[in-house]
């Protein structure tokens, strides 16, 4: 069957050209397919994705509540959850216990940067540094770990700022919890 949405991201901006390359796709196979974009490109360049890639939908930064609408509208199902992404806390967790057996868990710690380094992208992207509780964090963390997973990725633009709040006890809160497992930090 043909899907009712198909939901593309592009998490950089000079990656728009596989983007578009991917609508074009699912145009062709699936014809009434409607397209969402959505990612870093789409908050960044707004306008441009509007023009260029032929999306349905563009989801920029503040289009969450668009794309709900723009959901139950294609799909004529109200939502029963509609998470705001900007807390973090309230969001469930990815599905990720549908892979057989993930290798690694990536883990969202927090969005957004207190700084305004000219050269970056994230202020633009998230406006607002906003942070997971250290506790709620160990908690998905022990929740995959009983599923069998003992490596994870924390992504957080901002993880060592005030890393006495923050960092420590997180940290002293994974340790004291035991588990075995390993972190990658690429931010």
Sequence with gaps: EPPD????????????????????????????????????????????ACRVIGADLVVGNSGIGRFYEFIEEVCLYPLR????????????????????????IPIMTSVGCPYRCSYCATPYRQPRTTRREGPDVVEEIKHWHNSGVNRFVLYDDSFLFRRDRYAKPLLRGIGEAGLGVSFYNPN
């Design 81 to 104: 959850l509609k998470p705001d992404p900007r807390d973090l806390t309230g969001l469930p967790y990815p599905c990720f216990d549908l892979y057989e057996s993930p290798r690694f």
């Design 5 to 48: 949405v198909a939901m593309i991201t592009c998490i950089m901006t000079y990656w728009y050209l596989g983007a578009k390359e991917v609508v074009d796709l699912v145009r062709q196979v699936f014809p009434r397919t409607r397209i969402v974009l959505g990612g870093g490109y789409a908050s960044l360049c707004y306008e441009h």
